[in-house]
């Protein structure tokens, strides 16, 4: 996001140069980490901006204290991203994203219907919502907006894999197979469709390709509990 100083008052001529150091940090043009990124954002809340940075700022505080864990913080931020700029459609996504994890699927839903309104090309809008769908049991919708997650972002391999937890939801096991080799011929390291693919693979009785996908999972995390459940149960079948 480019920064734009909002014109600053002249009992605050000393504040220019070191707000866009801080604005530099808080909207990535200088890498730092999340504490730094929190830190910076907050300067930029505080400081003399335009609207929609000071909404920025808060959107992207809001995304590190996410990364941080900080779920509360984070969704106050996005509150306030949203109540500074209501037209910003990646703050609802955002917002969406924590209701979902809550088990709030119908307000997950209004956001993620907002966000598509102001942005039709949204990805992570349609991705969001075809998973409050899922969570709703609306299966076929889910698959609906996944796809189009899909066709917006062609490469993403958790859109495939999310599709692919719909079309299992809606017992269409051979599209959701289809679905997790596309994920995982993009990306092999990712483990919720190895996991899925394994399960897939058991219930198919196909034991060797299922023990080869959770063995795969423990590769990259040894500590995956039901990677090891389910190889555990293989091995004594």
């Known amino acids: 996001m480019a920064f734009v100083l909002a014109p600053a008052s002249a009992a605050r001529q000393e504040a220019p140069a070191a707000l866009k150091k801080s604005a530099a ?7 730092v980490g999340w504490q730094e990124l929190i830190d910076a954002c907050t300067k930029v809340i505080n400081g003399q901006v335009s609207r929609k940075h000071k909404a920025g700022a808060y959107y992207n505080r809001g995304s590190a204290y996410l990364r941080l864990g900080g779920g509360k913080t984070a969704l106050d931020d996005f509150n306030s ?5 209501p037209t910003f459609a990646r703050a609802y996504v955002a917002r969406a994203g924590i209701l979902i994890g809550q088990g709030k699927a119908d307000l997950a839903m209004a956001d993620l219907n907002k966000a598509i309104s102001l942005d039709g090309k ?11 769908y899922l969570a709703k049991g609306e299966n076929k919708k889910a698959i609906a907006d996944l796809t189009k997650s899909i066709e917006l ?5 958790a859109g495939y894999s999310a599709r692919a937890s719909a079309y ?14 596309k994920a ?10 190895l996991m899925n693919r394994g399960a897939i693979y058991a219930s198919k009785g196909e034991k060797e390709k299922a023990k080869s996908d959770f063995q795969a999972v423990l590769a990259i995390a040894p500590d995956n509990k039901q990677a090891k ?9």
């Open 25 to 31: 940090q808080c909207f990535g043009k200088q890498h």
């Open 81 to 85: 991203a949203i109540k500074t700029d």
């Open 122 to 132: 949204s990805s992570p809008a349609y991705s969001n919502r075809g998973m409050a």
């Open 153 to 157: 972002e062609p490469s993403d391999a």
């Open 168 to 181: 299992m939801a809606d017992k269409n096991e051979a599209q959701a197979l289809a679905d997790l080799n």
């Open 184 to 193: 995982l011929q993009l990306d092999p390291k990712l483990t919720i469709a």
């Open 229 to 237: 459940d389910y190889l555990a149960a293989l091995n004594k079948g």
